[in-house]
C-alpha cells in the first residue's frame, strides 16, 4: 500500500548544531508534502510545505528538500534550539493528510 | 487565525461508558476530521466530514461514529469505550481545496483519553 513514513524514531542533537529529520513516501503521484511539530500536549503546528515542482523551500531556520527520484523528503533545523525538541511530522497532503509516525527531537543544551 | 477547540485536555473513563469528544472551529471551515494519535502508529484518520450532517468513514472507523449537526461543531463518539480506545485524539479542519490540496490545515490541542 502507500504510505508516509519517518526513517528514525528519536534524534538527539546538540545545541547549536544543525538537524536534519528525514522522510520517505510511497505515492509517486503525491505533488504536496507539509512538515508539522508537535509539541509536548499540543496539536501538530504547520512548519514549512513544498509542492512537488519544487526541490527545495527555505523557511525561517528550517529547509525542507524533495528528492521525487528516491521519493525522499526531509527538514534541516539550523542552529538548532531547545524551543525546537518536539515531535516532527512529515505529510502527504492528497486532499486526506497521511502523516509518518513521526521522528523525536530533542536538543541537549 | 483558525482556531480549533478541543473541549476536553484530559478524559478518564471506564470500559463501557459513552464517551463524546467535542472539537469546534471558529471559521466557518467545511471540512472538518478526527484522527487519534498512537505511539510509532501516527495519525491514523477515524472520520471525517465535508458539510453539515455528512460524514465519511476514514481508516479506523470501528468502535466510533461522529456527529456534525452544525457546521463549526464536529463531535465524536465512542458507543461503549473500551481500553484499546485509549489514545490521543486530534480534531482538524481545513477551508477547502485547491486542487486536490486541502489549505489552511489546522489541528486541535488534541484530546488525551485513557480507558479504565
Known amino acids: 500500500g502507500e504510505s508516509v513514513g519517518l526513517h528514525l524514531p528519536t534524534l538527539s542533537v546538540q545545541e547549536g548544531d544543525n538537524s536534519i529529520i528525514n522522510c520517505a513516501y510511497s505515492n509517486s503521484a503525491s505533488d504536496y508534502f507539509i512538515w508539522y511539530k508537535q509539541e509536548s500536549g499540543k496539536g501538530p503546528q504547520f512548519i514549512i510545505d513544498?509542492?512537488?515542482?519544487?526541490d527545495k523551500r527555505q523557511g525561517q531556520r528550517v529547509t525542507v528538500l524533495l528528492n521525487k527520484t528516491v521519493k525522499h523528503l526531509s527538514l534541516q533545523i539550523a542552529a538548532t534550539q531547545p524551543g525546537d525538541s518536539a515531535v516532527y511530522f512529515c505529510?502527504?497532503?492528497?486532499?486526506?493528510?497521511?502523516f509518518g509516525a513521526g521522528t523525536r527531537l530533542t536538543v541537549k543544551p | 487565525d483558525v482556531k480549533v477547540t478541543q473541549s476536553s485536555r484530559y478524559l478518564v473513563k471506564r470500559t463501557g461508558e459513552k464517551v463524546f469528544l467535542e472539537c469546534v472551529q471558529d471559521m466557518d471551515h467545511e471540512n472538518m476530521f478526527w484522527y487519534r494519535q498512537d505511539p510509532g502508529l501516527g495519525l491514523r484518520l477515524i472520520y471525517f466530514?465535508?458539510?453539515?450532517?455528512?460524514?465519511e468513514k476514514g481508516d479506523i472507523p470501528e468502535g466510533y461514529s461522529v456527529s456534525r449537526e452544525k457546521k463549526e461543531r464536529f463531535s465524536l463518539i465512542l458507543e461503549s469505550a473500551s481500553t484499546n480506545q485509549t489514545s490521543m485524539y486530534l480534531c482538524a479542519t481545513h477551508f477547502g481545496y485547491s486542487g486536490n490540496r486541502a489549505r489552511g490545515y489546522t489541528f486541535g490541542s488534541g484530546t488525551r483519553l485513557t480507558v479504565v
Open positions: 466530514s465535508y458539510d453539515v450532517k455528512m460524514k
Open positions: 513544498i509542492r512537488s515542482n519544487m
Open positions: 505529510a502527504e497532503n492528497r486532499g486526506d493528510m497521511r
